[in-house]
């Protein structure tokens, strides 16, 4: 199993504000990798930058190889990437369906849509039974599957979730982690950004903890867990 | 029954009016949605679409319908050129640079057209025999009928891309989310481009209906149906669609039956009394959600 992704000391700002400070980190492929931190940490900025919505000013982006850091984002997609980004962000003003075809926006195989739409429907069945329905109407819940079926939809080999547990009840965040780690069973690389470090390290294989803009611990998700620095100032206790 | 007829005369003369109102008010409304900027120079885009109309019909020696296909693809590339010389440069500035910018881009179209076309008006050559179709009592003519048919086509055609392509959906998931729509894999600068590129050729369509309806064209022509189409936006709801079809109808209905029953002095006082209205009680326009829909 090679890295997948890796990311090389990278800054990025917003105007003068200096939000990532030289963050390197690597997902290998078939991993789940987790990111942790606390409100402000630059977790949401990492992935933005993945996805190429912001430039970095230095540092490297390589993914499968290939430098992606300064590609537009629609590029980055075509190169394997997707991302549910942070308060989901459906088209509230489209039907499910709709914004499930957007997802697939980049694909030019029908038949493998197709495929793929009925495999987000298996997963989602409520997705299917509020297809036609505009996507402003569903719950916190289903607004979440839809994110996730939606950025599924471009069949990417990197999949980006930025706090997919957010205001959703706990039976809930457990039913979409446990989406997540069968979304990476069955073949989908997936980088992780949670407040909910619990959670988020119970499914991982490895985890970065993310402190303004710096990453300050990293390891193996169970053994970071079990460490007291984490302990105290991510789980509680 | 003497009043009756004037009345639906006049409402005739309001859609036609109305609907090249509402043909200008679509490419405001398009563009406002999708980049959130009052495109001032939408006007002149209009008025280039009639001169481009104008010289297919007198120096090419076209009829009407290639000379209207010929300038809503003319005019629609120059909206193109216009959005990505002037405004994409200015996609992260400050909201009221573009706006400067955008009155700026419309000095420069209409003294850079007088300098190549004159400032005198121009009488746009008469496409047909004066045919008048009677209904009963009531009288279409030829140009009312022009109007009808190519504003129906138009919006109807507007509608297919809008809601069944893949292009439309882009451009409707753009004007919501831009940095989503990014995200799903659209090109946002194509998108916006098209756009611009869609709502000129609308008003391209729109100056040639004029000049074949009032006959006469020239390079400040553009203001005032400028000026009366984003009124027609506003009152619709700005960014939405049907809200700029049905705006700009009852606009040019609203300016009929004031110039027809009350004086034409009135007419374009009314146009703004109803901006000033609909401002006051009901911003978001007829159709307008009055939450915002993005955040
Ligand atoms: N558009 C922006 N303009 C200026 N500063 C920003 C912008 N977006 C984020 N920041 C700043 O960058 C830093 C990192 O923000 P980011 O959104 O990446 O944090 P986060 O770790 O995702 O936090 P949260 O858990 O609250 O989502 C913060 O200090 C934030 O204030
Ligand atoms: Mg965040």
């Known amino acids: 199993m090679g890295t997948m992704l890796k990311i090389d000391n990278i800054n990025v700002y917003y105007g003068a504000i200096h939000a990532i400070k030289g963050i390197s980190l690597e997902v290998g492929e078939g991993e789940i990798v987790t990111l942790i931190g606390a409100n402000g940490a630059g977790k949401s900025t990492t992935l933005r930058t993945i996805s190429g919505l912001l430039k970095p000013k230095s540092g490297t982006i390589t993914f499968e190889g290939k430098e992606i850091a300064g590609l537009a984002a629609q590029d980055i997609v075509k190169a394997g ?3 549910v980004p942070e308060g989901r962000r459906i088209f509230a003003n489209m039907t499910v369906m709709e914004n499930l075809d957007l997802g697939a926006f980049i694909r030019k195989d029908k038949e493998g849509v197709q495929k793929d739409l009925k495999n987000v429907f298996e997963r989602f069945p409520r997705l299917e039974e509020r297809k036609n329905q505009e996507a402003g109407t569903l719950s916190g819940g289903e607004q979440q599957m839809l994110a996730m079926g939606r ?3 471009s069949r990417p ?3 980006l979730l930025d ?9 809930l965040i457990r039913e979409i982690f446990s989406i997540i780690a069968d979304i990476n069973k069955t073949g989908t690389t997936v980088l992780l950004v949670e407040q909910n470090a619990n959670m988020a390290l119970s499914i991982a294989s490895r985890a970065y903890v993310l402190e303004t803009g710096r990453i300050t611990l990293s390891g193996d998700a169970e053994k970071l867990a079990a460490s007291e620095d984490v302990r105290k100032a991510y789980l509680g206790g | ?5 004037q009345l639906v005369q006049q409402l005739i003369n309001g859609i036609s009016l109305g609907s090249i109102y509402a043909l200008i008010a679509l490419g405001y409304t398009m563009i406002y949605g999708i980049i959130k900027l009052i495109n001032f120079a939408h006007g002149d885009i209009y008025m280039v679409g009639a001169y481009i109309g104008y010289f297919s019909i007198t120096m090419a020696h076209l009829s009407i319908v290639p000379s209207l296909i010929i300038s809503m693809v003319v005019t629609g590339l120059l909206g193109m050129l216009i959005e990505r010389l002037a405004y994409k440069p200015l996609r992260h500035a400050p909201r009221i640079s573009v706006l400067i910018t955008a009155i700026g881009v419309s000095f420069f179209l209409e003294y850079t057209s007088m300098y190549f076309v004159s400032p005198t008006p121009r009488t746009f050559p008469a496409v047909f025999d ?4 009677h209904f009963g009592p009531f009288i279409i003519n030829g140009q009312q009928m022009l109007i009808f048919g190519i504003t129906f086509i138009l919006m109807v055609a507007l509608t297919y891309i809008v809601q069944r392509t893949k292009i439309g959906k882009a451009m409707r998931a753009v004007s919501f989310d831009t940095e989503t729509a990014q995200l799903m894999g659209i090109d946002a600068n194509r998108i916006i481009s098209i756009t611009f590129g869609i709502g000129s050729a609308l008003a391209a369509a ?3 209906l004029v000049g074949v309806y009032y006959n006469s064209i020239d390079p400040l022509m553009g203001i005032m149906p400028g000026l009366k189409a984003f009124v027609a936006a506003v009152l619709g709801g700005i960014g939405i669609l049907p809200g700029a079809m049905v705006g700009g109808l009852i606009l040019g209905v609203i300016e009929a039956l004031v110039s027809g029953f009350v004086s034409s002095t009135f007419r374009d006082a009314a146009a703004f009394a109803i901006l000033i209205l609909v401002l006051l009680f009901k911003p978001s326009g007829i159709f307008g959600k009055n939450t915002r829909e993005k955040v």
Request: aromatic letters at 6%.
């Open chain 1, 151 to 153: 950025a599924l939809m």
């Open chain 1, 163 to 171: 706090e997919p547990s957010m205001g959703l009840a706990p039976l």
């Open chain 1, 81 to 83: 990437i997707s991302q």
């Open chain 2, 206 to 208: 729109g100056g040639v």
């Open chain 2, 1 to 5: 029954m003497d009043f009756m007829q």
């Open chain 2, 130 to 133: 004066n045919i008048a179709y």
């Open chain 1, 157 to 159: 080999r990197l999949l």
